[in-house]
């Protein structure tokens, strides 16, 4: 902000002369500029008291600082409607505007400052945030093409595209989802840089990907870069599959007239912005900006809508039972439930407007996922039908499901037809994974599957999808596993919901690949591009708070964050540590303990997804048949906790809520105070109190001298019942276990010991020590009598660490402690406090993940 001061000294009332009101504005934006903003708000008050128009702007400003924008925006127009020509007035309602997420008010008010001061480059950079094609120039009037365009179509099971001659040739879809949104950004707040987009396209066309599919409008960018790298490579150009997204309707109505409304405008905006013709407004949380590239020759289909809760598909075709039929121009339904009915609608109502307004047709389909399939599952109980046999063998009734019901409704592509007006046809498509619903894990035949490649209860049902769509394409528009270090879901043959480092990822993706072409789809797109730090997933959802920070921070724990080819990942590229690298930034962590025995120091340092600990010892081999090492965590509370070591005789003053055992390469890990643990844990399921049952309240830190610390167990598959009563139990991991090795030959590596340097590196996810967002330094704390709604937090000041030398066997004993014990005790004086700074604006760099070499590999082959 660089403003111009004008003084707008007014005219100063007939009862008190003014003669130092340019002093008054003078003082006041001088102490404005030093952030004194009390002796500003007295100085404007002074002016303004002399009718001085310019204090009315300073006074905006300071409220505008002090986060009270209403009466900054009052004063601004206070100001404006004295004297229009305010450049710093114009400048403050900009920028109030922009502060409320109002970017089309943003726009007008910088454009008239700009108009006002055009030399002013911070208001130039204000109108292109709010409004980045300002200075571009308008869009020719739109005209209706002559020629009827077919860009693509369906042909039998398959899709054709034409070649250069213009022949129809099969066209298989290979190809990325692409999420855009970078570490810190919420998912609407796009990138607007038309050189980053240019440069994912590149990278994706090398790894032979022919299609690329969005979920909703991108900003005008990268339809830009689309365009441009298409005719740079016209014999290989990147296919668009564009999506339209929704929320959900009010009271599940999908005929609620204004939520209808803005659904199909999204679809009228997709089709203009598609032909390079859409002028769209700054709204919050969508894209906005001056659509002029023209990218509808490169724009394969479209598949509209999202993966539909079953509740709220259920709720409509509940409000309009029975059988309906729709006779479109280019879609029809003849006696289907409600809500395939409606789908057929809204994908006509598209095809209506593309064809109205720009003679084109192409395919289309709606989004739909296992949960809502079309086919019957006989391991796939409801919840009253689960009820039931829990009730007739003696099991706990009681509990929510944590999930949805996955075989209670569905909806069935084959209802809906394409007309003889209606060259372009109809598919089908499915987000599609491996590991759920967890009927894709039980089902008879799919556990009996098999393809090409081996055992495979994916491919069961891929072939399953194959048999029922059996006269139309089917894309899996969604597939893929991530390399989070945390499991959100165990399947038969280990293609987990995380867990997989980055190479078994690759192979799994790759395989998943070949195994979606051979069970006769008509293409795959891979999900995803890039890793998001905005997702959530249901095992850590609970624990990532304030839940509009996850954004901030990398949750190795959390599977939805990690499914990328480019991984985002914490901290800068270079110069941090990196488990079995080198060891300077390991020895330039900050020490928190020191001592001069065998245990030489801890260090501590931290990323946006880490604690980092340096535990150093005498250089020199470990015995590891001998010897084992632990490390004690106090992260909130120092006098509440655990007071007592496991297994030695050591008290302590400080209360420890985890403890790291390292007892040798292939035995490690770090266990949790018990009333501390959030997770119901392994005992849940052998007492099969396991029906929706996945947490314990309150989760607090209490005052133990028991030595106990509890393995940290999550059920990741809960138990279930089929529908003919087949008993499938709980299923879980201790997500506790630390893995030893060097990150470069392993991503999920927790630890390292280096017998040459004598240094134990040791990275743990945040998420493992609950730690709820590392950004402002939150953690998970529930009051003793929180037993309900979201789980407690609270900011801790930082972390006391402790370490010891043990000799394993029975007994275990004490070699060495470090602080050092006095009387068998560590004193709360010799635990120094080690902190980490918040933050608001996190460090990341990307890299590609291995998975970028099997894809390119395997669609090579094609």
């Given at each position: 902000m660089a403003l111009t001061l004008a003084l707008g000294t007014g005219s100063a009332s007939a009862q008190q002369p003014c003669p130092a009101v340019a002093a008054d504005l003078a003082a006041g934006w001088h102490a404005y500029r030093i952030d004194s903003?009390?002796?500003?708000?007295?100085?404007?008050?002074?002016?303004?008291?002399?009718?001085?128009?310019?204090?009315?702007?300073?006074?905006?400003?300071?409220?505008?600082?002090?986060?009270?924008?209403?009466?900054?925006?009052s004063l601004f127009a206070a100001a404006l409607a004295r004297d229009s020509q305010l450049v710093d007035a114009w400048e403050g309602s900009a920028r109030v505007a922009w502060r409320r997420g109002d970017h089309a008010t943003t726009a007008r008010a910088a454009k008239r400052a700009l108009h006002l001061a055009p030399e002013r480059a911070d208001l130039r950079e204000l109108l292109s945030a709010a409004s980045p094609d300002w200075d571009r120039p308008a869009l020719p009037p739109r005209r209706r093409p002559e020629e009827f365009s077919l860009i693509a179509r369906t042909a039998g099971t398959q899709f054709e595209v034409r070649d250069g001659m213009g022949r129809w040739v099969p066209f298989y879809m290979q190809g990325v989802n692409l999420g855009v949104a970078l570490p810190g950004r919420f998912p609407s707040q796009f990138p607007t840089d038309s050189a980053l987009y240019a440069g994912w396209l590149d990278t994706l066309a090398t790894m032979n990907a022919n299609v690329l599919r969005v979920y909703t409008i991108l900003p005008p960018q990268f339809y830009r870069a689309l365009r441009a790298w298409n005719l740079a490579h016209s014999t290989r150009p990147l296919w668009l599959v564009h999506g339209v997204w929704t929320e959900l309707p009010p009271e599940h109505d999908f005929d609620d007239p204004a939520w209808k409304d803005a659904f199909r405008s999204e679809m009228r905006d997709v089709v203009d912005l598609l032909h390079g013709a859409a002028e769209l407004t700054p709204r919050p949380g969508h894209a906005s900006g001056?659509?002029?590239?023209?990218?509808?020759?490169?724009?394969?289909?479209?598949?509209?809508?999202?993966?539909?809760?079953?509740?709220?598909?259920?709720?409509?075709?509940?409000?309009?039972?029975?059988?309906?039929?729709?006779?479109?121009?280019?879609?029809?339904?003849?006696?289907?439930?409600?809500?395939?009915?409606?789908?057929?609608e809204q994908c006509d109502y598209l095809l209506n407007y593309e064809a109205e307004q720009w003679n084109t047709l192409r395919p289309i389909a709606y989004t739909n996922w296992p949960t809502l399939d079309p086919l019957f599952h006989p391991t796939e109980s409801s919840t009253a039908e689960e009820r039931e046999w829990r009730r007739r063998v003696g099991r706990p009734v009681a509990g929510d499901k944590l999930e949805y019901e996955n075989d209670a409704i569905g909806l069935d592509a084959n209802l809906?037809?394409?007309?003889?007006?209606?060259?372009?046809?109809?598919?089908?498509?499915?987000?599609?994974?491996?590991?759920?619903?967890?009927?894709?894990?039980?089902?008879?035949?799919?556990?009996?599957?098999?393809?090409?490649?081996?055992?495979?209860?994916?491919?069961?049902?891929?072939?399953?999808?194959?048999?029922?769509?059996?006269?139309?394409?089917?894309?899996?528009?969604?597939?893929?596993?991530?390399s989070s270090r945390g499991s959100a879901h165990l399947q038969p043959q280990g293609w987990n919901h995380g867990g997989h480092d980055e190479v078994a990822m690759a192979a799994i993706d790759a395989r998943l690949t070949r195994e979606i072409r051979e069970s006769g789809a008509a293409g795959a797109i891979l999900f995803a591009w890039m890793d998001e730090w905005f997702k959530k997933n249901w095992i850590v959802i609970d624990f990532e708070q304030p839940g509009d920070r996850n954004r901030l921070w990398f949750n190795a724990m959390d599977a939805e964050q990690n499914y990328g080819i480019l991984g985002q990942y914490p901290g800068p590229a270079d110069g941090r540590p990196v488990l079995g690298g080198d060891p300077g930034p390991w020895r330039r962590l900050q020490p928190v303990q020191s001592g001069e025995g065998r245990l030489r120091s801890i260090r501590a340092g931290s990323d946006e997804g880490h604690l980092y600990l340096t535990l150093e010892l005498r250089p020199g081999p470990i015995d590891w048949q001998r010897t084992g090492v632990l490390l004690a965590l106090?992260?909130?509370?120092?006098?509440?906790?655990?007071?007592?070591?496991?297994?030695?005789?050591?008290?302590?003053?400080?209360?420890?809520?985890?403890?790291?055992?390292?007892?040798?390469?292939?035995?490690?890990?770090?266990?949790?105070?018990?009333?501390?643990?959030?997770?119901?844990?392994?005992?849940?399921?052998?007492?099969?109190?396991?029906?929706?049952?996945?947490?314990?309240?309150?989760?607090?830190?209490?005052?133990?001298?028991?030595?106990?610390?509890?393995?940290?167990?999550?059920?990741?598959?809960?138990?279930?019942?089929?529908?003919?009563?087949?008993?499938?139990?709980?299923?879980?991991?201790?997500?506790?276990?630390?893995?030893?090795?060097?990150?470069?030959?392993?991503?999920?590596?927790?630890?390292?010991?280096?017998?040459?340097?004598?240094?134990?590196?040791?990275?743990?996810?945040?998420?493992?020590?609950?730690?709820?967002?590392?950004?402002?330094?939150?953690?998970?704390?529930?009051?003793?009598?929180?037993?309900?709604?979201?789980?407690?937090?609270?900011?801790?000041?930082?972390?006391?660490?402790?370490?010891?030398?043990?000799?394993?066997?029975?007994?275990?004993?004490?070699?060495?402690?470090?602080?050092?014990?006095?009387?068998?005790?560590?004193?709360?004086?010799?635990?120094?406090?080690?902190?980490?700074?918040?933050?608001?604006?996190?460090?990341?760099?990307?890299?590609?993940?291995?998975?970028?070499?099997?894809?390119?590999?395997?669609?090579?082959?094609?």
């Open positions: 903003l009390g002796v500003a708000s007295r100085q404007f008050s002074l002016a303004a008291d002399c009718g001085a128009v310019g204090a009315l702007v300073g006074q905006g400003f300071v409220q505008l600082r002090l986060g009270r924008l209403p009466a900054a925006d001056r659509y002029d590239a023209d990218v509808s020759r490169w724009s394969a289909a479209y598949i509209i809508g999202r993966e539909w809760e079953p509740f709220a598909v259920k709720a409509y075709d509940s409000l309009h039972p029975g059988a309906h039929s729709y006779a479109g121009r280019y879609l029809s339904v003849e006696r289907a439930p409600a809500m395939d009915t409606w789908m057929a809906i037809r394409a007309t003889a007006e209606n060259p372009a046809g109809w598919f089908a498509s499915y987000h599609a994974y491996p590991y759920y619903p967890d009927f894709l894990l039980y089902d008879p035949g799919y556990r009996q599957a098999r393809s090409s490649e081996g055992p495979s209860t994916y491919f069961g049902y891929l072939s399953d999808l194959r048999r029922h769509h059996a006269e139309i394409p089917f894309v899996i528009s969604e597939y893929g596993v991530p106090d992260t909130y509370l120092p006098r509440s906790g655990q007071l007592a070591v496991p297994g030695m005789a050591l008290a302590s003053e400080i209360g420890f809520e985890f403890l790291i055992d390292l007892e040798s390469p292939s035995r490690a890990a770090i266990k949790i105070l018990p009333s501390y643990n959030p997770h119901v844990g392994a005992n849940a399921i052998l007492g099969g109190d396991d029906f929706g049952r996945f947490y314990r309240r309150p989760a607090t830190i209490g005052v133990e001298t028991d030595g106990r610390f509890d393995p940290m167990f999550v059920i990741t598959n809960r138990a279930r019942f089929g529908r003919d009563g087949t008993f499938y139990p709980a299923q879980g991991y201790d997500r506790g276990r630390l893995t030893f090795g060097a990150e470069a030959e392993n991503s999920l590596a927790d630890w390292y010991a280096d017998s040459t340097t004598g240094l134990i590196e040791i990275r743990i996810p945040w998420g493992l020590l609950n730690v709820t967002d590392p950004s402002s330094r939150t953690v998970l704390f529930d009051r003793g009598d929180q037993t309900g709604g979201e789980f407690g937090t609270a900011v801790t000041g930082g972390i006391r660490a402790g370490a010891l030398v043990y000799q394993t066997g029975v007994p275990v004993r004490l070699l060495e402690a470090l602080p050092a014990a006095h009387g068998g005790r560590w004193r709360a004086v010799d635990f120094a406090l080690w902190t980490w700074k918040p933050w608001e604006e996190p460090v990341s760099h990307s890299r590609l993940k291995p998975v970028y070499d099997s894809l390119q590999a395997t669609w090579r082959a094609r």
